[in-house]
């Protein structure tokens, strides 16, 4: 079992910053990938972002550019960095863990979820 828990959300104005954490347990981090979606109130959860367990890493159209992914092995932690963020960024943001099958953007080909973060982006 893995358990992941988010962190780093907040209220931040359009064009800032914002740096989320998704801390895990268990000993076979660094093998599997990691991913980030979030969800809108009256939206689906969409994919963001995911890096692989080598490093390997893959955006949604909508954040490339401005959002980044990455991971910390030694902590059993992955980020998602948020820079020049959008009203339209905001959304409770969840960490996602191990890919069962190939899809990254699929929320239900992922195994493993967090309770979210909520982020909110101000105009």
């Known amino acids: 079992q893995v358990q992941l828990v988010e962190s780093g959300g907040g209220l931040v104005q359009a064009g800032g910053s914002l740096r989320l954490s998704c801390a895990a347990s268990?000993?076979?981090?660094?093998?599997?990938?990691m991913g980030w979606f979030r969800q809108a109130p009256g939206k689906e959860r969409e994919f963001v972002a995911a890096?692989?367990?080598?490093?390997?890493?893959t955006y949604a159209d909508s954040v490339k550019g401005r959002f980044t992914i990455s991971r910390d092995n030694a902590k059993n932690t992955v980020y998602l960095q948020m820079n020049s963020v959008k009203p339209e960024d905001t959304a409770v943001y969840y960490c996602a863990a191990y890919l069962r099958i190939a899809g990254m953007e699929t929320p239900g080909n992922w195994k493993f979820w967090g309770q979210g973060t909520q982020v909110t982006v101000s105009s």
């Open positions: 268990g000993r076979t981090f660094s093998s599997y990938a």
């Open positions: 890096i692989s367990g080598s490093g390997g890493n």
